[in-house]
């Protein structure tokens, strides 16, 4: 992929989560439903604990059990054949 195409792609991306996040409106939540029964808020240190902080840490421990448990050999690069003309 050249450049044009990556920076196309990428003002494509950029321009639809853009749209996306001005297009929902958050001042539907203030209205609460019937039954609604919202527990107590969370801290900022819990909000990225559990966001940010768990999920890396989750990352991390897969990543490590497929480095570990890999029992595969072959480590080398394969050589690219030659096209014959």
Known sequence: MDKKNALRAGALA?????????????????????????????????????????PLVLFAVIAGLVMVLDRSTDRQPKAKAKAKA
């Not at 639809?16 to 808020?41: E, I, N, Y």
Request: hydrophobic share 50%; glycine share 12%.
């Open 14 to 54: 950029a321009g639809t989560t853009l749209m996306m996040l001005l297009m929902s409106s958050p001042a539907l939540a203030l209205a609460r439903d019937d039954g609604d029964d919202p527990g107590p808020g969370l801290s900022v240190i819990e909000t990225l604990g559990q966001f940010v902080l768990a």
